[in-house]
């Protein structure tokens, strides 16, 4: 396949963006308080806030939506979701729900006890704060390596540290964690895969000790891909076949198809255990809707029956992995630095390392989002002092370890020529990085975890 380097699509239907001035950039940037959640998205250039519920559908998950069927109870379209799930999950029990913080919840309420630890290698914010509300201990032992932006070329940044994991059951008793729960790909520290021989070990000593195994899968086909290319073994495995193995090692699996669904909406619930999966159909009539729709309309199940089937194409994953590499490559040929390897749904640049001057209490990578938006419209979202603060007892604030922006590549959306803007921006925000001060977080709201959301800042 000589030659064939371009996108493996071609593009039917436009979305026009609109060019903006710096002058009205900088007033709306000053109206939405330097918070780039309260942007309009009608004023962004280039939209990389997230990867969620951003892909382009193909001509086929459009086609598929004319076949909705609207039934209450047992509509087609649930039926054909169930097969491509059962198909690329190797789980049979297949629980639609409207999102994947919704599946996050009904896996939280059957999982989490009160005053017992979830064992994660970084837990999502959405159960961190389901389990919170619970009562459950969220804990993160995700290996050093993963917490090293600046020097670490380890191609499995998001595994899960097995001593860390074995020395808690050694102190505490087996019995006092409740679940453990891996995150493929490992969204908080670069979108970092696990890999196949960490989820068995994990696997492994939670088999021993009795406890329950979850997956939160939002980018399973990515970290599939991950273990294909990096692990030795999987070279001549299909992705099916990669994720097939992956959820052999555990219990339940949770999804946010927003992300490689391909969608814009939706998430799932999956269980091999009966007892479970029971409790899970009865926390979606609840919560959700009725247990072959669970919030999500038929066209929409269509649509991601087929996502499911496409994201497990290995030009369409080639392509994806690649395309957030070529931003990472010409970032790091500007000198910027960057979280590397690059992961599978973005680039995270290291905030403390861009602007060395401004301390992590001024946000540095806050201020890095602020100044992208300025310079070239694109907006981008940090993962560091503001969404991963916390504050102690007292109510002392406790500085995170990652300090980031995350620029996040939507799917099958933008072509290497946005990329490109992105890179130049940045390339000459570096060069006169010196001239850039922090920021003051002058609102926030009750929740801290969640203030990312909704906080207002000044600029110093
Ligand atoms: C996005 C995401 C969620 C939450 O899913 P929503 O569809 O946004 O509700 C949970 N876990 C992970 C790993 C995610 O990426």
């Known amino acids: 396949m000589k030659y064939m380097t371009a996108e493996p699509f071609r593009i039917k239907v436009v979305e026009p963006v609109k060019k903006t001035t710096k002058e009205e950039r900088q007033a709306w940037l000053q109206e939405a308080g330097y918070n780039a959640f309260k942007l309009k998205a009608e004023n962004v250039y280039v939209d990389c806030i997230t990867d969620s519920g951003t892909s382009a559908m193909s001509t086929e998950q459009w086609a598929a939506m004319m076949l909705g069927d609207e039934s209450y109870a047992g509509c087609k379209s649930f039926y054909k979701l169930e097969e491509s799930a059962r198909d690329v999950f190797g789980i049979k029990n297949v629980q639609p729900t409207h999102q994947g913080r919704a599946a996050d919840y009904i896996m939280a309420s059957i999982y989490c006890e009160k005053g017992k630890y979830a064992v994660g290698n970084m837990h999502f914010d959405t159960f961190r704060g389901n389990a919170e509300v619970l009562g459950a201990i969220p804990v993160d032992f995700v290996i050093d390596e993963g917490l090293d932006t600046a020097s670490s070329e380890h191609p499995f940044k998001g595994n899960l540290d097995t001593n860390k994991l074995q020395k808690l059951i050694d102190e505490k008793g087996a019995d006092q964690i409740c679940v453990i729960i891996i995150t493929v790909t490992c969204n908080n520290n670069g979108g970092q895969p696990v890999s196949m021989a960490n989820i068995k070990a994990v696997s492994e000593i939670a088999n021993k000790h009795g406890i329950p195994v979850v997956m939160d899968s939002a980018r399973l086909a990515e970290n599939a891909y991950f273990i294909k290319t990096r692990e030795e073994g999987y070279a001549d495995k299909s992705i099916k076949e990669i ?96 979280v590397e390897p690059t992961g599978g749904h973005g680039v995270y640049v290291d905030g403390r390392r861009f602007f060395p001057q401004i301390p992590q209490n001024e946000f540095p990578s806050q201020r890095l989002v602020c100044a992208l938006y300025e310079e070239a419209g694109v907006r981008a979202v940090e993962l560091g002092a503001c969404a991963f603060g916390s504050k102690d007892a007292d109510g002392n604030p406790i500085w995170p370890e990652l300090e980031t922006m995350r620029i996040s590549v939507s799917r099958r959306v933008y072509t290497n ?29 009750p929740i801290t975890s969640l203030r990312h959301f909704t906080a207002g800042f000044e600029l110093l």
């Not at 992105?422 to 002058?442: N, P, T, W």
């Open 417 to 445: 020529n946005h990329l490109d803007c992105i890179a130049e921006a940045l390339g000459d925000i570096y060069k006169k990085r010196d001239e850039y001060k922090g920021m003051k977080l002058v609102y926030e709201g």
């Open 243 to 338: 994720t097939r193995e992956m959820f052999s090692y555990c219990e339940t699996a949770t999804m946010s198809s927003k992300k490689d669904g391909l969608v814009n909406i939706g998430g799932l619930f999956l269980s091999r255990n009966e007892d479970v999966f029971l409790q899970a159909n009865q926390l979606a009539i609840v919560h959700e809707g009725f247990i072959t729709y669970g919030g999500m309309s038929g066209r929409d199940m269509e649509a991601l029956a087929v996502g499911l089937q496409e994201v497990c194409d290995e030009q369409y994953l080639e392509y994806r992995v690649k395309q957030v590499k070529y931003l990472g490559d010409k970032l790091k040929e500007k000198g910027i630095p960057i």
